[in-house]
């Protein structure tokens, strides 16, 4: 059996006669990328906030972010996640620290793309900012070099 549809409705209105414009949001508008930098002063752990994204609805890439961390304790561990939030329909939402990446070991340097399980995008809507964090924990950070974290979204959609 075939699939069905063999055509989102976007595609489709792109390419009816005479020809329509798609609205960007449908598609989830112009990719951005945010980018938070943390240059390490001492050895510790605990939660940094690296990027604020904007209110609304954000479509985040995990597979096209990125995280660049230089080696700390050979146990500690590497998080990144968000911060609470309430969505439109005033529910909220708890805080996730590994919802983007859960426990890379920091005993060696880190430098990988950011993985979801089972899903090639994240949605976040929330009716005010939502800070994207790192958490080091288990053992210390390292003591010096620099925290890079790319974070690559769109923002609407539906």
């Known amino acids: 059996m075939a699939l069905t549809p063999l055509h989102s409705s976007q595609y489709l209105t792109s390419i009816t006669k005479p020809i329509q414009r798609v609205d960007g949001s449908e598609w989830g508008g112009a990719l951005k990328a945010s980018i938070g930098l943390l240059t390490f002063t001492a050895a510790g752990t605990g939660t940094a906030k690296m990027i604020t994204l904007p209110a609304g609805r954000k479509i985040i890439f995990p597979y096209l972010s990125q995280v660049f961390c230089p080696a700390g304790t050979s146990t500690s561990d590497l998080h990144v996640g968000y911060s609470a939030y309430v969505t ?71």
């Open 88 to 158: 439109p329909a005033g529910l909220a939402v708890n805080a996730d620290d590994n919802a983007f990446l859960d426990n890379a070991d920091l005993g060696a340097e880190v430098d990988t793309v950011l993985l979801l399980p089972d899903a090639d995008y994240f949605i976040l809507d929330s009716v005010r900012s939502v800070d994207i964090e790192v958490l080091i924990d288990t053992a210390n950070s390292p003591a010096s070099g620099e925290l890079s974290l790319k974070i690559v979204w769109a923002q609407g959609g539906k």
